[in-house]
């Protein structure tokens, strides 16, 4: 099941944001699909790392750290690569829409599973959402410390 997730997560990672950047009339540059490269090699990493336990619930906490939110976090680098001249506010908002939007579609995937197969995965959707959001804010930090003024 988990490398199936993980091609599922790298097919949406590496169609998706080119085929958004179509829809939006931009032609997406090849040079930074490897923004994209790097977010599915973060899901196909995540999967074998250890969660804290502060919780019942943080069971997922690095998968979603890395696999949600620094894979969320460099999907948005691909989007702010296509953008002229943004200013740090609006490299911030891309950040955290993109990872808005993938962790709450992720949830609702959780959601689905829960409802067909009978899991119970969406227990911890807070949890998910806040890794996602950390992971996803720290890509941004170390893109802005690292660039180039």
């Given amino acids: 099941m988990l490398p199936v997730v ?9 169609i998706g944001p080119p085929a958004t ?5 931009r032609s997406p540059k090849l040079r ?13 990493v995540s999967w074998d790392l250890p969660s804290p336990w502060f919780s019942e619930y943080t069971a997922t ?5 890395v696999g949600g939110g620094i894979s969320s976090g460099l999907v948005a680098m691909y989007f702010i690569a296509h953008l002229p001249n943004p200013t740090a506010r609006q490299r911030f908002l891309v950040v955290l829409v993109v990872a808005s939007v993938l962790g ?4 609702v995937l959780e959601l689905g599973l829960d409802l067909v197969r ?6 911890d959707a807070s949890f998910d959402l806040l890794a996602n959001m950390i992971g996803a804010m ?4 170390v893109s802005e410390l690292f660039r180039k003024r």
């Fill in 6 to 14: 993980t091609l599922l997560f790298a097919a949406v990672f590496l």
């Fill in 21 to 25: 950047l179509s829809l939006m009339g």
């Fill in 32 to 44: 930074h699909v490897l923004w994209l490269v790097g977010a599915a090699l973060a899901v196909a």
């Fill in 61 to 65: 906490f690095s998968q979603h750290l």
């Fill in 104 to 107: 709450v579609a992720n949830e």
């Fill in 118 to 123: 009978g899991t119970t995965l969406r227990r």
């Fill in 138 to 141: 720290a890509t941004w930090l």
